[in-house]
């Protein structure tokens, strides 16, 4: 790593393991319960665990100095919802809806991938991620196992969600068994490897009753968080309601997903009862603007989600999708189109905590 080079440069566990470093001169932006800003401060960092923070005049930096002056210095970006080896696609599928895309372009395209494809996709996105300042990912795709390599080559921290459909994909005729093959080999091991295994149910309109039904048995059993996507498209809610006579979230609530913890990427076409589902279960959801806004999905109804006390993150989605993987690129995007949606410019404002009030 140059010393002349910090710009949005992440200083993962792997790139400081047993090593002393000190950050100084930069703007430190601490996200503590203050929001404290040190203009010109100091961040002393001891094998992997930040040891001092202040101002540069008041802490003694020890190790590899970095002048890092006229850069910000803050915590690591969480991207809260992936799909790993999606670079391998980028700009493949442009210009179409989110059924289309993926019924035409995207599953056919992945039926000729194979376990190496998958490490180096993982390798191209987690570099992507760092370039970007995101240390952490909430991912979900196949060949989970493959991904779980490169995430330990890079580097950087991964809620790794297999996925899992009821009919086969391009690495497996059984979705469930492999997954849950990944998930026991790297269940407690998570501070080694940086993989924390979750389980990755693909949809409610790819996975059936009975895929649901394993699902919730092997979350419970493995204490697992559930990390699917959930009302994307109003045709996947018309597609439940004429399947099973209910919407997408209801649907989840009644084969007992709830029961286990969620994160749910989009949720887009939400009602107030499947707010109120979000709520009572303490679900969480990942907001992906710039991918709703390529497959014309919709906008997130940010308001709406909040006044329930939903917890809502930001997410890429992948890069087929997305076409980059910025975060503070989709952040902004994401804001300013809330901001008009509500035709309310201090909807979310500049101070972190002085965002929309009920």
Request: aromatic letters at 6%; hydrophobic letters at 40%.
């Amino acid at each position: 790593m140059s010393k002349s080079n910090m710009h949005r440069t992440s200083f993962t566990s792997e790139s400081v393991k047993d090593t002393i470093f000190s950050l100084v001169g930069g703007t430190v932006l601490t996200i503590d319960v203050e929001d404290k800003v040190i203009p010109s401060g100091t961040v002393v960092v001891e094998n992997g665990t930040i040891t001092n923070v202040g101002k540069a005049n008041e802490v003694e930096p020890r190790g590899t100095i970095y002048n890092v002056d006229n850069h910000i210095v803050m915590p690591g970006l969480i991207n809260t919802h992936t799909h790993s080896v999606s670079p391998l696609f980028r700009n493949m599928a442009d210009d179409l809806h989110l059924m289309d895309w993926l019924k035409t372009l995207i599953w056919p395209a992945e039926q000729y991938l194979t376990a190496e494809h998958a490490y180096w996709g993982a390798r191209l996105a987690f570099l992507e991620f760092v370039e970007n300042g995101i240390t952490s990912c909430a991912d979900q795709y196949f060949f989970a196992a493959n991904v779980a390599e490169a995430v330990k080559d890079t580097g950087i921290t991964c809620l790794l969600s297999p996925s899992i459909f009821s009919g086969p994909s391009p690495e497996s005729k059984n979705t469930l068994e492999t997954a849950l093959k990944v998930i026991e080999r790297y269940s407690g091991h998570e501070e080694q490897t940086g993989v924390i295994p979750a389980i990755g149910p693909h949809a409610p309109y790819s996975c059936n009753s009975d895929t649901w039904d394993a699902v919730v048995a092997a979350a419970r059993e493995h204490k697992l968080i559930i990390h699917t996507h959930i009302s994307e498209t109003l045709d996947e809610n018309r597609m439940l309601q004429e399947q099973q006579g209910m919407s997408p979230s209801r649907f989840l609530e009644s084969r007992g997903v709830f029961e286990n913890r969620v994160l749910a990427a989009h949720c887009i076409h939400l009602d107030k009862t499947d707010m109120q589902i979000f709520k009572e279960s303490n679900a969480s959801v990942s907001y992906n603007p710039v991918s709703n806004l390529k497959l014309v999905s919709g906008i997130m109804p940010l308001q709406k989600l909040l006044s329930h006390g939903i917890t809502v993150g930001i997410g890429t989605d992948g890069a087929q999708s997305n076409n980059s993987l910025d975060l503070l690129a989709d952040l902004k995007i994401g804001v300013l189109i809330q901001k008009q949606k509500q035709e309310n410019a201090a909807f979310f404002t500049a101070g972190r905590r002085c965002g929309w009030q009920q």
